[in-house]
Structures are given as structure tokens and as C-alpha cells.
């Protein structure tokens, strides 16, 4: 008997992940509920558990592989190893019906017997469709386990077979994003194509042709190739430069800028540290004591902790504050769920256990969904202003730079302060300037009176 273990949601808007490395080899025994593969998703690489208790028998789908989320990547077996690919089970391995998907085919009914219908995997299904491939014409094409028709003998069949076809229909299938932006960065569609037919175009490549192509117009460089070094763009990476196009592109951003005086929040925070370490075991921080200020504001302030849909706002009775996390190869971002209802210890104690699985690549779904608000910190860089992209779906995002002592004149006389600049971009089809500066001013009264932080 075995198990076929798909690929779960991670996530209520993960439609594929990449398969990053399989933390079980080929015939390992495994436990269910022990960690199995780690799958990047757009938003981090996570752990998958193993759903079940055997021996790992078949890896359906190899490490660097994109798969859509349900289908299958492995089996788990009683001890028998059967190596395969391409995702799916031999007929000779006795698989539970009820947890096994049904094979596919072009037309996305499974083949019966006596019908003459080869078994095709979901990549080669799509490229078939995609090239007007008929399945009937497929019989006997497969290479894979059992006749199996994989994706490169769809390429092979137009490429012998059918190679007009292949040339006409050479069209890549852009995701809504890609083509939109395609559409606004004047783009050919036809020239979007990433080497086989029906590929997947998504926003970066649609901005990577884009680049290409200006810079074809202008004046060729002397440079030599020597003279610069190409670093590869991790996985990711590319995640966050879609997340961050598709805000830039849909999202009219606006940045407010104010001046807060940190004085007194700085005395707040050394009277109180011993206290919130011997009770939580975390070391407060002024990014604990921002983010508190920011939920409580929000709770004052819905229509910054609000999302646009298209047809209508949303305000979030929830504040579920996201903290942005700078990870080796991109940005990750752990959410702060309840922040209004939680003390500023126990939100400095959870900030700091997030931020520790983020750099290890340990977050769960949850500690990265269900964001209504963000925050991002760059003042240990020693910057004082900057424009940060608001997170997809969300209203609203804070910028804070860093705490400098400056001159600045209070009642009358020149003083030297603790002062610290907070950025604030906002989605001006949600909210407007002076809701926004309001909200803004709010944290800044919390900030320099923090008596209530801690309340």
C-alpha cells in the first residue's frame, strides 16, 4: 500500500512553489508530521511535513522544480522504492484511491481502459493544449514509466511532427500582471517567449525584456564583459521584484514624511528593560515600541488598516502588523497578529521569535498571512529618508529611519533631541492626505508621550 503526498497550499494566495531540497532521501524511512522537502513559495521557503508514516518510495518532483500546489511530488510506501519522475504513480504500485489524484489527460479526463488514451503528466498536458497537440495523436509518443507522455515528447512530436505548428503557435502564456505590464511597457507579446512553447511569462521577465530592448536602442557600450560581474537572481529574489512591480504598478503611492522627538520614548525603554527581560525573556527594542504605537493608532485610524479590492474597501478589525525581515536572498514578512490586544513584551518576545525562523527559513504559513499593516526599519542603516512599497493588498505601509541627536528649538530654546523621521506610503485609492497625516500624527503623539505603550 502507499500514499501519493501532494504539494499543500502554503498559504491562501500560493498557487505553485519550487522545490528547494528534499530533507529525506530516496528509501528513508519517515514519520508523519517530520519535516519531508522545504518549497519556496512568493513569499519564503517553508518546510513541508510528511502527511503520512512509510518509506519515501518515489520523488515525484525534483529539487528546482515549479509544481502547482495539489499535485503530486513523492510517495510513501511500506518499503518498496520504485524511482520515478514526472509526477505520478506507476499502475503497479497499490496507491489510495481517495489521496491519490486522478491521471490527467489533454483533455483532463483520466484514460480508461481499451480507450486507446496514453497517460500524460500535467506539463505535457499543458503544453499540448497549448500548441492544439489532439491526444489520439500521442499514442505511442511517451517516454515515460509505463508510456507515459512527459513534456519533451510533446516538443519532440512538433518539433518532427508538426514543426509549422510550432513555429506559428511559439506563444508564451503570460501571467494577468505580465501581460498588463507588457501591454503599459510596449512589449510584444511574441517576444516574451522563454524557449518552449506555452512558457510561463511572468512580471520580472516582461521587465528584463523591456530593459533589453532599450538599451538595444541606444549607443552600444565599450565596456567589456570583463569588466563587471553577473550575480544570479536567487528564487526569492524574483518573488519580491514581482510583489513589488505589481504594488508599484497598481498602487499611486504617496509618502508623508514626519519628524517624531524619541526622547522620552528612549527613557521609557531603558526604565522598562530590565522588567520586560526578566518577564518575556526579549530584549525591547524601538521597533517593539513602534510597533505598538502603530497598532494602537490603527485601532483609531481603520482606514489605514484597510485593503482595496477593485470595487470596494475593506477595513480590517484585525491588526495583524507585518514586520519586513531581510533574509540572505530577499525579504520576508513575518506577521504580528492582534498587535493592539498583545503587551509590548510579549510583542518584542514574538517579533524576536519570528525573526529568528525567518533567517532560517522556518516560517509557517500563518506567521506569514493575514497582514493588514506593514513595517520596515532601516534607521541601523543610518537612513533618514526613504519611499517604501506598500505590501500588495494592504493600504498602508510605515517607514522607519534612524534616531539622531539633532539641534531643534523647544519652547524657545535650542535643545539636542533624539529625533527620528517616519515615512509613510499610502494607497491613495484608499485613503487620503490628510486621513493619512492624521493617522501619521497619532503615532507621533504615542511615540513622544509613551506612557500608553506600556498600559
Known sequence: MADVVTLPQLGSTMEEGIVVRWLKKLGENVSAGEPLLEVETDKATMEVEAPFTGTLSQILAQEGELVPVRQAIAVIGDGA????????????????????PRAETVGGNAPTAGSGAPSISPRARRLAAANG????????????????????????????????VLQDDRQPRLTPLAARMANDLGVAHGDLALGLPGSRVRSADVVNVARQQAAATTTPSTTQESDYVVV????????????????????????????????????L????????????????????????????????????NATFNGSEIRMHRKVNIGVAVAVDDGLVVPVLHDANSKPVGALSALLKKLVARAKENRLTPDELSGGTFTITNL???????????????QAAILGVCRIAELPV?????????SMMNLCLSFDHRVTNGAPAAKFLQTIKQLLEAPARLIV
Open 81 to 100: 522504492v520504485i524511482p520515478l519522475a514526472d509526477n505520478v504513480a506507476p499502475a503497479t504500485v497499490a496507491v489510495d484511491p481517495i489521496s491519490t
Open 133 to 164: 497537440v489532439e491526444l489520439s495523436h500521442l499514442a505511442g509518443c511517451g517516454s515515460g514509466p509505463y508510456g507515459r507522455v512527459l513534456e519533451r515528447d510533446i516538443i519532440a512530436y512538433l518539433a518532427n511532427a508538426a514543426p509549422a
Open 232 to 267: 544570479a537572481i536567487g528564487n526569492l529574489q524574483k518573488r519580491v521584484a514581482e510583489n513589488v512591480s505589481r504594488s508599484a504598478f497598481t498602487a499611486p503611492h504617496v509618502t508623508l514624511t514626519l519628524a517624531v522627538d524619541m526622547t522620552e520614548c528612549i527613557r
Open 269 to 304: 525603554r531603558n526604565l522598562i528593560l530590565p522588567a520586560v527581560e526578566q518577564a518575556y525573556g526579549a530584549r525591547l527594542s524601538f521597533t517593539d515600541l513602534i510597533v505598538k504605537a502603530a497598532a494602537l493608532a490603527l485601532m483609531e485610524h481603520q482606514n489605514v
Open 379 to 393: 534607521g541601523s542603516f543610518d537612513i533618514d529618508h526613504f519611499n517604501p512599497v506598500i505590501v500588495t493588498g
Open 409 to 417: 528649538v523647544v519652547n524657545g530654546v535650542v535643545e539636542v533631541r
